[in-house]
């Protein structure tokens, strides 16, 4: 019998960053926990986490590299998939230019760098991935704004805590996990939720403000609308620190809170509370989440939440809404390379010239990628690689999706499983999970730390994406960019710290000492070296300086005609705790816990069409039909529907694996006159639909 | 040896499950048996565990007298004695008596004893991110649940 031997690393269910003690017997991890000495877990671990042996072991993992064959997919060695795409990609490149392969990721992982590094030495321009409408967005319209991004502070106690479309308990928030926002609420904290649907914290909150979906940026004008009138603000701050204020301010007036109420549907007393609380309690921070950025209003309601932080001194400012001082290592943009493309490639960019924030922050759109594969305009592409991503369930009109990505001369997919976006490949490289690799975890986040992740077990021959990308590099010519060994790539990215990659792993993280208020020495990184509220680089580039709602192209207000047809408004993309995004669902631990998809329904929604609570239900758009399993929730509107995202089934017939039975992309669209006009975000998150009761189901 | 308990302090469970896969992970369990459950009623969360009765129900309706208490009162199923009667799945109250089907045996929670003895936590309880899953000594149980009202009060 072989010892149990524990190993410190660090997870990467979601995004990242929760400290693990992995048991590991003869060769074999047989249990994970949370290891209560890592600051980010602090001990504690989700489902998702916590069932990474089933996810490792699971029988139907791909555990080496294959090659799609006219008798199926057939089992090939390293070197000829890594032989094969090199060629095909070289041939691509000398045919039709380096742009016309495109690169792509999925949500946020810490190979993003590597993957960047990659694209930008091949010369692609084009690199795909969900930071149109997610994080990348905050980040960029925050760097146009103030800088950077501000982080809820949770550590530095808040006394009031302002949940804006975000459950930091169920969804990662991208920085800190919720175990430090509930050790902060715990402390005694003044609590806002603002957020279509009851959920745990809303009924927990001091104050609720059920928005109709989609309407964030009307309410944060609302909120800064009392703030500016009953003089909450911080004038000295204001004074000294912000650019553009009397614009500002004549545009907020144009907000009225009557008329706030009306988009909104959140009663004009309530937000005026709401923003007493938030502006009268320090500090305060706001915990911001997705929604607010998967619709045509991306960058404005990131910049008026900005705004509020600011004009209330909760920027930079403890307990607030903060820069956290990054670790000593080198950064994702210094690592990705994003210099060293040609300027010339750059200007290829898909869609560049129309959202030049995106651009800014080196992202395309995805329908402009969608496109250029169909129509061969602006110019062809006509391969792909495609790390950890199944955009034919996570993207908008996932049935444009899945031609689009069906017509590719060549495709390479790195990944766990046969996905449906997968099965649309030519060659699948097989991903290491977070057991099987060296890293240094949360490498692109901007909490201040970074985690060691260290290899614990080796499964088949699945290799760790970073490493993917260093040796399909090496293969097209980019060796004097890359290292031997993966271990001297991590060495480069940790020299500032002093320390190699086996130190690293010894302490387990690191962390900078963090310092407040930082703009008092050096003012804040943008043009005007101030809180731009009037951002002159939007207004630049042609567009509007100041912060405006946009009514959301498919609602009642301003599509009634569709009203008769699809009276309700579908407020898609529900998290579960128990799924990241589209994985996990062939986790049977997890499955059991969740096995069915789920529409959340009014009881009077579910009586006015004759629909049971655990019926399965067609919910239909403009787009399409699929179906979920319905539950009722007394604490929706019921005139919102609101639906899980991310559903497919690896059980059901390949190659389909039923990607257009329950997907709630099938529904949403992705016509770009829904986009957010800087940053392209398409709207995931708000549209018209139906629902009825399946029959005989 | 003192008397120990687990108890959930349902109002602050936010349904995240992490409890569920730990305790699976812990026990070796497939899908099947729940020891701990967590029902969704949105927007509450209705968490379903053995409470380790004083007088426990599973235990008088047990015919086989597989099920007894430690020393330190866990109430535990010996599998080698359980006839897979079902009497102690009927019996609890709680839905914390579950089978097994593979095995055909009743099983329940254990308390991690073996975990305890070498000085841990329950598996649920390292997990939980709201730290609702208190357990300890019963009257310890009480005092925290106690401070934790005195603390509700004081805040509102």
Redesign the interface.
């Known amino acids: 019998m072989g010892e149990t031997k524990q190993i410190r690393t660090s997870c990467r269910g979601c995004h990242g960053g929760c400290g693990v003690i992995a048991h590991v017997k003869e060769g074999r991890v047989t249990k994970v926990e949370g290891d209560s000495e890592a600051p980010i877990g602090r001990g504690t671990m989700c489902s998702k986490g916590l069932a990474v042996t089933q996810l490792a072991y699971h029988p139907d993992r791909i555990l080496y590299p294959m090659e799609k064959t006219d008798s199926g997919w057939e089992r090939i060695s390293w070197d000829q998939a890594l032989d094969t795409i090199a060629d095909r990609f070289r041939g691509v490149v000398e045919e039709h230019g380096a742009e016309s392969i495109v690169v792509g990721q999925g949500t946020g992982r810490d190979y993003e760098s590597f993957l960047y590094r990659f694209a930008n030495l091949l010369g692609t321009p084009n690199v795909l991935t969900a930071g149109h409408m997610c994080y990348v967005s905050r980040v960029g319209a925050t760097l146009i704004t103030c800088g950077n991004l501000p982080v809820s502070d949770f550590e530095g106690e808040p006394k009031c805590l302002v949940v804006w479309a975000n459950n930091p308990l169920w969804a990662n928030p991208d920085e800190y996990k919720g175990v430090d926002f509930w050790a902060a609420y715990q402390k005694g904290t003044r609590l806002i939720v603002i957020d279509p649907r009851e959920g745990f914290l809303a009924k927990r909150a001091e104050l609720w403000l059920q928005l109709r979906p989609g309407t964030d940026a009307a309410l944060a004008l609302g909120f800064l609308n009392v703030i500016l009138e009953e003089g909450l603000y911080d004038e000295e701050f204001v004074e000294r620190y912000v650019h553009g204020w009397e614009a500002f301010v004549d545009r907020v007036e144009e907000y009225p809170l009557g008329k706030v109420e009306e988009i909104t549907w959140v009663d004009k007393g309530l937000i005026r509370e709401a923003a007493r609380v938030y502006a009268t309690t320090k500090p305060a921070c706001i915990q911001w989440g997705v929604p607010i950025e998967q619709t045509i209003n991306c960058t404005d309601s990131n910049r008026l939440l900005t705004a509020l932080m600011a004009i209330t001194g909760n920027l930079d400012a403890p307990g607030g809404n903060v820069f956290f001082v990054p670790p000593p290592v080198r950064v994702v943009s210094e690592f990705g390379l994003h210099r060293d493309l040609p300027k010339e490639q750059r200007a290829k960019r898909l869609g560049g010239d129309q959202y030049k924030l995106a651009s800014r922050v080196a992202l395309v759109t995805p329908k402009a990628v969608w496109d250029a594969i169909l129509t061969g305009e602006p110019y062809p592409v006509v391969a792909g690689l495609l790390c950890g991503t199944n955009p034919v369930v996570t993207r908008a009109n996932a049935k444009e999706v899945h031609a689009a990505l069906s017509k590719l001369e060549f495709l390479a997919v790195i990944d766990f499983f046969l996905t449906p976006t997968a099965e649309l490949a030519d060659i699948f490289l097989p991903a290491a999970t977070w057991l099987e690799q060296d890293y240094v975890g949360d490498f692109w986040k901007r909490h201040g730390y970074v985690m060691a992740r260290q290899k614990v077990v080796e499964i088949g021959e699945c290799w760790q994406d970073h490493k993917i990308f260093q040796e399909l590099g090496k293969r097209m010519g980019q060796e004097e960019h890359w290292w031997a060994t993966l271990e001297d790539a991590l060495n480069y990215m940790l020299e500032p710290s002093g320390m190699d990659f086996r130190e690293f792993v010894r302490g387990g993280y690191l962390k900078s000492e963090m310092r407040y208020q930082k703009y008092e020495e050096k003012g804040f990184s943008t043009p005007t070296g101030k809180v731009e509220l009037y951002s002159t680089l939007l207004e630049k580039w042609g567009y509007d300086p100041l912060p405006q709602y946009r009514e959301i192209p498919e609602s009642p207000v301003s599509r009634p005609d569709l009203a008769e047809q699809y009276p309700y408004i579908l407020n898609a993309g529900l998290r579960t705790p128990v799924f990241f995004h589209s994985e996990h669902r062939m986790i049977p631990w997890l499955r059991e816990i969740r096995p069915d998809p789920l529409v959340e329904i009014h009881p009077a929604t579910a009586k006015r069409h004759g629909i049971e609570d655990g019926q399965w239900a067609y919910i239909e758009s403009p787009r399409g039909r699929i179906k979920q399993r319905v539950k009722l929730n007394s604490g929706i509107d019921p005139r919102v529907v609101v639906a899980e995202h991310g559903w497919w089934y690896l059980e059901a017939e390949a190659p389909d694996h039923g990607w257009d039975v329950s997907n709630v992309n099938v529904l949403t669209d992705n016509d770009p006159a829904g986009y957010d006009p800087a940053m392209g975000s398409t709207n995931l998150r708000v549209l018209l639909c139906s629902i009825s009761p399946c029959q005989n189901e | 040896m003192d008397r120990v308990a687990l108890l959930i302090m349902s109002e602050d469970c936010?349904?995240?499950?992490?409890c569920?896969?730990?305790c699976?992970?812990?026990h070796g369990l497939?899908?099947g048996p729940?020891l701990i459950q967590v029902v969704?009623r949105?927007?509450?969360?209705v968490p379903l565990y053995c409470h380790h009765c004083s007088r426990a129900p599973c235990q008088v309706a047990c015919p086989a007298d597989a099920i007894s208490r430690d020393d330190r009162d866990i109430v535990l199923i010996d599998e080698e004695a359980c006839i897979g009667c079902l009497a102690c799945v009927e019996a609890c109250p709680f839905g914390a008596a579950q089978f097994d089907e593979e095995r055909n045996v009743a099983v329940k929670c254990d308390l991690c004893r073996e975990r305890l003895l070498d000085g841990g936590e329950p598996?649920c309880a390292?997990?939980?991110?709201?730290?609702c899953i208190v357990w300890g000594g019963v009257k310890s149980i009480s005092e925290r649940v106690a401070r934790r009202a005195a603390?509700r009060q004081?805040?509102t």
């Open positions: 936010m349904g995240c499950h992490a569920e896969v730990a699976k992970q812990e497939d899908v729940r969704e949105a927007p509450l969360f598996a390292r997990a939980c991110p709201t730290r603390a004081l805040m």
